[in-house]
């Protein structure tokens, strides 16, 4: 199981970076695929602002959501299906490694979290994972180089920032998009590995800056992460 697992990152990796190089297809790239709105705000909180205000904190923290292994396939259906009309080699990219009868994508996200002070089961944390991936990522940022401390203060200020969209108040939207950025988290982790092992990993670290740039304006590259979380470099 686990060697099929990991012959199939290939064709996720290819069919991944043939999708962020088509700008039109921004919206539905495998980790690109989420409401533009769930990140209103984001670029001007992380990328340009040099400190994080106390003001813009939420007295809310904790954004919990039950997860089941049903909604975990739906969020894959859902994935693939919303990929087929646009790019038919990425739809069959998820579905090769994570559809019915393949490996469940949260029990890689497990995996990532052993290290990791941000915990399972919670939207701020999930979509702290996501950015601070994403950052490690086009940043060539290690491992050993993020502490704990840096990941809480990111998903401090993450958390602030994701209380004030009322499209997570449902419980049940709110495990529908931490799956889903949990997916497209372990997409980019394993998009990583293998342009490690084949040596394009320049070419996977301006694919994911662009993606992260042309969908959210967000530009990764001008973020430092610090003990008190994002700011500008």
């Known amino acids: 199981m686990r ?21 039109s297809l921004g919206q539905d790239a495998p980790i690109m695929a989420l409401d533009p709105t769930l990140m209103a705000g984001w670029s001007g909180n992380l990328a340009y602002g040099n400190t994080w205000h106390k003001s813009e904190a939420s007295s809310k923290s904790n954004f919990p959501y039950k997860s ?13 299906k919303r990929l087929q009309s646009q790019s038919s080699k990425g739809a069959q990219a998820i579905a090769t490694t994570f559809g019915p009868g393949k490996a469940d994508y949260g029990v890689f996200y497990t995996q990532m979290l052993k290290t990791s002070a941000l915990h399972d089961y919670d939207a701020a944390d999930a979509f702290a994972g996501l950015i601070l991936v994403g950052y490690q990522i086009v940043n060539n940022v290690p491992d050993a180089e993020v502490t704990k401390l840096m990941e809480r203060a990111a998903r401090t200020q993450i958390a602030g920032m994701i209380s004030k969209n009322e499209k997570l108040i449902s419980p049940a939207t709110r495990a529908k998009v931490s799956e889903e950025v949990k997916l497209q988290t372990v997409v980019l982790a394993l998009g990583l590995q293998e342009t490690l092992k084949n040596n394009t990993v320049d070419a996977y670290r301006k694919s994911i800056s662009a993606m992260f740039q042309n969908q959210y304006h967000l530009n990764l590259a001008q973020l430092k992460l610090t003990n008190k979380g994002f700011s500008k470099k």
């Open 68 to 80: 089941t292994a049903a909604l975990r396939r739906s969020v894959v259906a859902n994935f693939i």
């Open 3 to 23: 060697k099929s697992i990991i012959s199939a990152t290939a064709l996720l990796l290819n069919a991944l970076l043939l999708i962020s190089t088509n700008r």
